[in-house]
């Protein structure tokens, strides 16, 4: 079983504008979404491969909030609230394979359309309905680590998401990543010549553009676990 957050989005924007009749006024913008994913799996091994399957159940909110505020207290503020939730079942299947000193995997997880309630609020009136929903999109992964000694490997993952099923303005996206890792035997020598280390690096496109220009995200990472006295128990720090 697994619980895990799927999507986090929060923005807490204030501007300060004028209209075309030089009236000066705030206005706000507020967002706060999130949506979690949980996961019951199932693996069997098998004579070609290992495969696993998945049951998964998406929840969560988005609250979107939106006011104006004029300097000049006889005009009238707007201001509304818009919340929705969201839920639905989905799936994942996988396989994975170990030839000699590499292993290989691969991972479907479907499209959900994730549907719920919404509440509509203004200053003056509340409307309850049906949310517009949020569409997880189709993710194909890929895998491999290779196992270049008995303390020493490298792996390399590829992630493919089909943004473009979900909304006429967002593109299908990949992101690689990659890192070698440190993993002493358990045991042997010193405490601090226990600790296993991680590097890797990633790029990530975005499904989404500013003004009209790709996005992407580049990062490097770092880690290393410290090992606790009971065999394979120890604690992640990245």
Known sequence: FNFSSYLT??????SD???????????????HSEIFSSEIFYAFKNSIANIGISGKYYLGNRVEYWSQEFQDESIFNAAYENNQTFKNPGFSIGLSKKVNNFSFGLVYISSTKLTGDKKYTTIHNNFVG???GFRIPQEI???TTWKMSN????????NYEKWEQTSDDYHNTLKISGGFAYDTLWGYGKWFQRIPLRAG??????????????IN??????????PLKTPDKKIDIA
């Open 17 to 31: 504008l004028i209209t075309v009749d030089d009236l000066s006024y705030y206005e706000n913008h507020k967002l």
């Open 9 to 14: 989005a929060n923005i807490d924007q204030k």
């Open 141 to 143: 992964d890929f895998g």
């Open 217 to 226: 995200e580049i990062g490097l990472t770092i880690g290393l676990s410290v």
């Open 151 to 158: 303390t020493f490997k490298y792996s390399l993952d590829i």
């Open 201 to 214: 690096a990633y790029f990530r496109q975005i499904p989404f553009k500013a003004q009209n220009s790709d």
């Open 130 to 132: 049906n949310s517009k």
